[in-house]
């Protein structure tokens, strides 16, 4: 099954969104917005950066 972003509204009234991977495990998740429009704008933002995204190994 693929992953899914829920966008949802937290304790203080903000919106978040979350990446649950296929397996229902949360793998990502933005911060508060004060728009439900602009924590669906931050899912496609990620989408968009992610499709062509490196994996990279930083050293301390």
Known sequence: MAGKFEVYQDASGK????LKAGNG???ASG???STKEA????CEAVQRAAAGAMVMDVAK
């Open 15 to 18: 919106f978040r969104f979350r």
């Open 25 to 27: 495990e949360i793998v």
């Open 31 to 33: 911060q508060g917005y």
């Open 39 to 42: 924590a669906h704008k931050g």
